[in-house]
């Protein structure tokens, strides 16, 4: 989807991004460009989107309650989880900030990595007026901790594919943190890595791992970046990420 196409009820089908419903629980695809709430852009947002959907499915009548849990930036695709009631975001939102939610990120990054894994710290401020994060220097005025960790999937020279792992979940953390040591992400105008004018972000929350707030079920989602972005096939994911979930290559 590029940049200026607005997303809406017309040109999204729901049905196809739903990854898991019960009473309690909507767990969907996120796609690319989609702001998770409303912003200054007015564009249709993924939860009223979402609401919508919901009212019309279950013929609900007044407004429909949709907690929002986590948060993918606008131009980040991937697996996301909203609670349909007030009890389950409770109970949600404790536990992501237990830090019992596992996240983790395929990131098609600039360049090759002088080290296969790592971890990063950094401290990171925000500027709210033009909607940026910064890498500061610990101490400064509102600034925020970030930590992740990386490691490297597969290394083609110009461009790597890495998964990621956040331990914090700050606003822009792994495009500020990736491209403060020189490897941005493909596709990022924002932060340095906009070698394609246009190209959709290389951003994808493949991996969501949470307790369920009733069942008391590990629930695991894994969602792979659309097939048709001719950026993600120069990989081959499925035998990379089955290394990295189930620690063996397939048979």
Not at 69 to 75: A, E, M
Not at 123 to 149: F, H, I, M
Not at 220 to 237: A, E, G, Q, S
Request: net charge neutral.
């Amino acid at each position: 989807m590029p940049m200026n196409v607005l997303a809406s009820m017309e040109n999204i089908d729901i049905e196809n991004l739903i990854l898991f419903e019960d009473n309690h629980l909507l767990v969907v695809n996120k796609p690319n460009n989609i702001p998770v709430q409303e912003d200054i852009t007015k564009d249709d947002d993924f939860l009223n989107i979402l609401k919508n959907y919901l009212k019309q499915k279950h013929n609900k009548p007044g407004n429909v309650f949709l907690g929002l849990i986590q948060r993918l930036d606008r131009p980040t695709s991937g697996v996301m989880v909203f609670a349909k009631t007030s009890k389950a975001a409770a109970r949600l939102c404790q536990s992501l900030v237990e830090g019992e939610f596992e996240k983790k990120y395929l990131a098609i990054v600039l360049g090759s990595l002088k080290e296969p894994q790592g971890a990063l710290v950094h401290y990171l401020k925000k500027n709210s007026l033009t909607n940026t994060v910064s890498v500061v220097p610990q101490g400064t005025t509102d600034c925020k901790r970030a930590e992740l960790s990386y490691k490297v999937l597969a290394d083609l020279e110009k461009i790597s594919l890495l998964e990621v792992e956040l331990v914090t979940g700050r606003s822009h953390q792994i495009r500020v943190q990736l491209s403060h040591i020189g490897h941005p992400v493909f596709g990022d105008a924002r932060y340095k890595g906009d070698v394609v004018k246009g190209a959709d972000l290389a951003l994808h929350a493949y991996l969501l791992r949470f307790c369920h707030p009733v069942s008391k079920d590990t629930m695991t989602f894994i969602v792979y970046p659309k097939p048709d972005k001719d950026l993600w096939k120069r990989f081959d994911l499925e035998q990379l990420l089955h290394q990295q979930i189930y620690g063996s290559s397939l048979e």
